[in-house]
């Protein structure tokens, strides 16, 4: 029984030698051929949308500073593109020589892909501004989160015609640790703001400088919006508030990445 226990003892042995070889010789072959890696499996197990990088990593903080030296604004553009009020910002922006940065709703950036490849070809960066705007993104499952960040960022980009998506702006500022290294991990930085201009609530044009006049020592970013509603006193108020910006020693670049 002993002979013939020692028999087996190495029958055995060499089959489960030949299986582990098998194994790591799949494994490798999985990692030169495109099959999946931990990572990947993970997200497919967890039941997320499977989006590689399109960019190389960036910086995971919120930036607010500017990539332009000395005593310098960034303007961000929020909530569109809209097909009346984008191209009226446009106007804008090119009249007084901005450059700015427009955070876009997925869906409507498919929706008018012409008003995207505007935005890109007018030289202004853009950011990804989740699918739904959910000012709650926060408190929603990482699995929400990857969807809402990873479609918009797809819908844009494919909407822009190969330009990429430089930022990423929770709605409502609803940043998560986990939101902020996804989209960095895809390319985007997390971008804040300093001054809200309140164009989206403010009831004139001189509400709308009032605010921004008082909150400018607060940093460099500013927002407006191009979407969500009437916006034509976000256009009036950019067109008086830029030259006077101007006027007070400033200029214009885009948030550091």
């Given at each position: 029984m002993a002979r013939r226990f020692g028999i087996e003892g190495g029958i055995i042995g060499v089959v489960a030698a030949a299986v582990v070889s098998l194994g790591i010789v799949g494994a490798v072959c999985a990692g030169q051929f495109g099959g999946p890696d931990r990572a990947e499996a993970d997200t497919l197990n967890s039941g997320q949308t499977l989006h590689a990088p399109q960019n190389a990593p960036v910086d995971a903080s919120i930036v607010?500073?500017?990539?332009?030296?000395?005593?310098?604004?960034?303007?961000?553009?929020?909530?569109?593109p809209d097909p009346v009020w984008t191209p009226k910002v446009l106007e804008v922006l090119k009249k007084h020589d901005v450059k700015a940065v427009f955070c876009?709703?997925?869906?409507?950036?498919?929706?008018?892909?012409?008003?995207v490849k505007q935005v890109v070809a007018a030289g202004h960066k853009?950011?990804?501004h989740t699918v739904s705007h959910n000012t709650g993104m926060d408190h929603q499952p990482e699995s929400y989160q990857s969807q809402q960040i990873l479609d918009a960022q797809k819908?844009?980009?494919?909407?822009?015609g190969g330009a990429k998506v430089a930022y990423y702006r929770a709605p409502g500022g609803a940043f998560t640790p986990y939101s902020r290294k996804l989209a960095a991990g895809?390319?985007?930085?997390?971008l804040g703001w300093n001054v809200d201009s309140k164009d989206f609530e403010s009831g004139s044009v001189e509400a709308i400088?009032?605010?921004?006049?008082?909150?400018?020592?607060?940093?460099?970013?500013?927002l407006f919006h191009d979407?969500?509603?009437?916006?034509?006193?976000?256009?009036?108020?950019?067109?008086?508030?830029?030259?006077?910006?101007?006027?007070?020693g400033y200029g214009f670049g885009f948030p550091k990445r």
């Open positions: 607010h500073a500017s990539d332009r030296p000395g005593r310098s604004l960034n303007i961000t553009i929020d909530d569109g876009m709703i997925g869906p409507q950036a498919r929706a008018h892909p012409e008003l853009l950011c990804d819908m844009i980009e494919d909407a822009a895809h390319g985007m930085r997390p400088e009032a605010t921004v006049h008082g909150e400018l020592t607060n940093g460099p970013t500013v979407g969500g509603g009437n916006r034509a006193l976000t256009v009036a108020s950019l067109d008086r508030l830029l030259p006077w910006m101007k006027q007070q």
